[in-house]
């Protein structure tokens, strides 16, 4: 059985930085991609930040310049996975998800997530 689980999440004030991490358990051959997705209370889900097998590298806009996509440099595996996230700002409060891909078209793979809170 394949699991997703985040760490990392917690209360921190505005300008602070915080670390997610994402470990993945089970049995897969190759993943396609990871990402992270954020769900800030009252919004739909949306996506934070991505890594191909390749390594390329994907950033919302919000995040650009403040936060950093990393993994595991295993062969056949991207996992774990961080995020590394600076200067907070109060919009980026959220619940934050690892998720993971097998082919390109769709999540296959989510976890339960973490909560990120920051106070201004």
């Known amino acids: 059985q394949v699991q997703l689980v985040e760490s990392g999440g917690g209360l921190v004030q505005a300008g602070g930085s915080l670390r997610l991490s994402c470990a993945f358990s089970?049995?897969?051959?190759?993943?396609?991609?990871m990402a992270w997705y954020r769900q800030a209370p009252g919004k739909q889900r949306e996506l934070v930040a991505s890594?191909?097998?390749?390594?390329?590298?994907?950033?919302?806009d919000a995040g650009k310049g403040r936060f950093t996509l990393s993994r595991s440099d295993a062969k056949r595996t991207m996992y774990p996975m961080y995020l590394q996230m600076n200067s907070l700002k109060p919009a980026c409060t959220g619940v934050y998800f690892c998720a993971a891909q097998e082919g390109l078209a769709y999540v296959d793979y989510w976890g339960r997530g973490t909560q990120v809170t920051v106070s201004s």
């Open positions: 890594i191909t097998n390749a390594g390329t590298t994907y950033y919302a």
């Open positions: 089970g049995s897969i051959n190759r993943l396609n991609s």
